[in-house]
């Protein structure tokens, strides 16, 4: 059986170490394949109708998250509300689209001891962010003034704000260059891209808020640097990826037993590989 990962760009995805680590654990490292494969938006519908019978599903990067549910016969919670897919199935002759990335925040907060959520701020208004509304809805944070979205262009992240709406959540938003007005919450949550937070690290790290951080190579970014050494509790995106994929391995395997462990072995080795290689 076939599966992989798409998006654009995705040479750098760490999916199919994690896989590829779970096919090993599973036995199922000769019968099964899982690839990386560069895909735009407009070029994902044609891909999936040539999918035949020896494909599993997809893992699916940005900028295919939103595109994706276009395409699936079946839409599974939580990614009718979130808006966005990052996983597609193949079985019973109909594509199903999922959304791993919920879960995987949420694993990823508890595993690093973060059981509840009053408040947050979240940089960005992405998909990613859509499904951190979501996640941190599922640890709490649900009252009215709970949840802010700060967007460099606020009228960008109108996708995540009708994800709260059908939610029935409320979010507020507001520019990002106003970060300094919304950080007396218990977490902030970045979906930015690396580097893109750097500027704003200062201010988060003297918040007294914990962090999450999506990204996850290179690490620590500028902002998780400085949380970090001011004690704050930071939590970064490998935990999340590993998580969700642990998800995906499940949907398109049918495997109950995902080795987590394995798959964090291999990944946390690749991170450190790259790391000493510069990639």
């Not at 998250?65 to 808006?83: F, I, Q, T, W």
Request: proline share 4%; with cysteine.
């Amino acid at each position: 059986m076939r599966a992989a990962v798409l998006g654009s760009p995705v040479e750098h995805s760490l999916s199919p170490v994690l896989h590829r680590a779970a096919y090993t654990e599973l036995g199922l490292s000769r019968e099964w394949s899982y690839e990386r494969i560069e895909c735009a938006e407009t070029e994902l519908a044609g891909f999936v109708r040539e999918c035949d019978h020896t494909w599993a599903g997809l893992s699916l990067t940005m900028p295919l998250k939103r595109v994706a549910l276009e395409l699936a016969e079946e839409v599974h919670e939580p990614a009718s509300y979130v808006g966005g897919a990052n996983t597609l199935v193949f079985e019973g002759g109909r594509c199903h689209a999922y959304n791993t990335d919920v879960a995987g925040i949420v694993a990823a907060l508890r595993e690093a001891g973060i059981q509840r959520v009053r408040s947050a701020t979240v940089l960005g208004g992405g998909a990613t962010a859509a499904s951190a509304v979501a996640a941190l809805a599922g640890l709490g944070a649900t009252d009215t003034g709970a949840l802010t979205l700060l967007a460099r262009d606020p009228n960008r992240a109108r996708g995540a704000v009708q994800a709260a709406e059908r939610m029935s959540l409320h979010v507020d938003v507001a520019p990002l260059a106003d970060i300094t007005g919304y950080l007396d919450v218990d977490l902030v949550v970045s979906t930015l891209p690396s580097g893109a937070a750097d500027p704003y690290a200062p201010v988060v790290a003297a918040s007294g808020a914990n962090l999450f951080d999506v990204v996850y190579s290179p690490w620590p970014t500028g902002m998780a640097a400085a949380a970090e050494e001011a004690g704050r509790r930071v939590v970064g995106g490998f935990g999340m990826l590993l998580h969700q994929a642990v998800a995906q391995v499940e949907l398109m395997t049918g495997a109950g037993n995902v080795p987590l462990e394995a798959m964090r072995r291999a990944g946390l080795a690749e991170l450190q590989r790259r790391s000493a290689a510069g990639a």
